[in-house]
């Protein structure tokens, strides 16, 4: 078990350009979450993949901000015309699917992002 | 509304006992968690209670929810400078997947 994987560490972006991030889950985890923290706070739900459907999206997921999870495994999350506030942590967290027990959610170490 | 809120930081002596607290605004939580950040790190689940337990202890973790008054507390017997990081408060709900609010984090600072 390598643990959920991000990619890249860190990126260094200009303002206007687009960047994408990617998340391996744990293997076996079906659920997949994107948050995004930024310096200071707690991280904050954007968006829930069951598999390969997007089940959910908070409304700080803005139109310039898209996520994929095409064949239920990996995911991606792509910033078009990033702007400075887009700057933040993004991390993704992945769980198993069971309904009947407590669901932990274990996170990867995050894409630190920074526009400039 | 969904709201977690807990103090800014907290300084303690080595080997002394720490006391994390935080407060939920929302009584339909199902279950609530203790993340921990490191430097750098993403989140640590060190333990989680559900919400009709009141108490539940992992060996130097002691968790405590007053359900009455929303308020959940970790406290950290016998601390050690290895403790030091930002501890999370987080609250999840029973809508058929774990969708987690967070607090803004505590920072604990251990010292000798």
């Known amino acids: 078990d390598t643990g959920v994987s991000q990619n890249p560490r860190h990126k260094i972006t200009k303002r206007g350009q687009n960047v994408t991030f990617r998340c391996d889950p744990i293997s076996e985890h079906n659920r997949l979450y994107w948050y995004r923290q930024t310096l200071g706070q707690g991280p904050e739900f954007l968006t829930y993949?069951?598999?390969?459907?997007?089940?959910?999206k908070s409304r700080l997921l803005s139109d310039r901000f898209s996520a994929e999870r095409p064949k239920g495994s990996f995911s991606t999350l792509e910033i078009q015309r990033t702007e400075q506030g887009d700057s933040a942590m993004y991390l993704c967290?992945?769980?198993?699917?069971?309904?009947?027990?407590?669901?932990?959610?274990?996170f990867g170490s995050g894409t630190q992002l920074s526009v400039l | 509304g969904e709201d977690v809120e807990q103090s800014l930081f907290l300084s303690v002596r080595e080997g002394d006992s720490s006391v994390i607290n935080c407060t939920y605004t929302d009584s339909s939580s199902t279950y609530l968690y203790w993340y921990k950040q490191e430097p750098g790190a993403g989140l640590q689940l060190l333990t989680y209670?559900?919400?009709?337990?009141d108490m539940k202890q992992d060996q130097r973790l002691t968790v405590l929810l007053n359900k009455k008054d929303k308020h959940l507390s970790l406290r950290i017997a016998d601390t050690q400078t290895g403790d030091s990081a930002i501890y999370f408060c987080?609250?999840?709900?029973?809508?058929?997947?774990?969708?987690?609010?967070f607090g803004a984090g505590t920072r604990l600072a251990v010292h000798p």
């Open positions: 967290a992945s769980s198993p699917a069971d309904y009947a027990t407590n669901e932990k959610l274990f």
């Open positions: 209670i559900f919400s009709n337990m």
């Open positions: 987080a609250e999840s709900f029973s809508g058929g997947y774990n969708k987690l609010i």
């Open positions: 993949f069951q598999n390969e459907a997007q089940l959910e």
